[in-house]
């Protein structure tokens, strides 16, 4: 069974308009993304909880039970190259996955080799929501 996941209603407009857009054919991810959307909570930006990753979130999550940690910002296509810190695009299958889940959240997710993994969010470092940024204003 899937984790609930929660976006803000900002990122689930964005995403769809994202997902709508020509950047989104021939995205491998694009189908499950969508599904993801659909299937997820929404809030306003301004109701987020702090624990919840949504888009630009800085976080840290392992691959159970494997103990090494991995730091990402959770980003947009067009962000993902950028140089300030390791980014991971939600146009991804490990991007797509996080997208969503608070902090002690697991999800299994089959990745294009056909493998499946289980992610585990262990710290949310930087929320944009709870720094009062990308509130859809």
Do not use: C
């Not at 959770?74 to 140089?83: E, I, V």
């Not at 002690?104 to 709870?130: C, F, M, N």
Request: proline share 8%; net charge negative; hydrophobic share 40%.
């Amino acid at each position: 069974m899937l984790p609930q996941i929660t976006l803000t209603t900002f990122d689930y407009e964005r995403l769809h308009a994202l997902l709508d857009s020509p950047a989104a054919r021939g995205v491998a991810v694009a189908d499950v993304l969508a599904e993801e959307l659909d299937r997820a909570e929404l809030l306003e930006p301004s109701e987020l909880p702090a624990d919840v990753v949504s888009m630009n979130s800085r976080l840290r999550f392992v691959f159970d039970p494997e103990p090494e940690v991995y730091e990402y910002t959770l980003s947009w296509p067009r962000d993902a190259g950028l140089d300030d810190g390791p980014r991971l695009s939600v146009f991804t299958p490990i991007g797509a996955a996080l997208l969503g889940l608070r902090v002690g959240d697991t999800i299994d997710w089959t990745v294009p080799s056909g493998k499946s993994v289980r992610l585990r969010v262990t710290e949310l470092l930087w929320q944009p929501e709870s720094n009062g940024e990308d509130l859809g204003r």
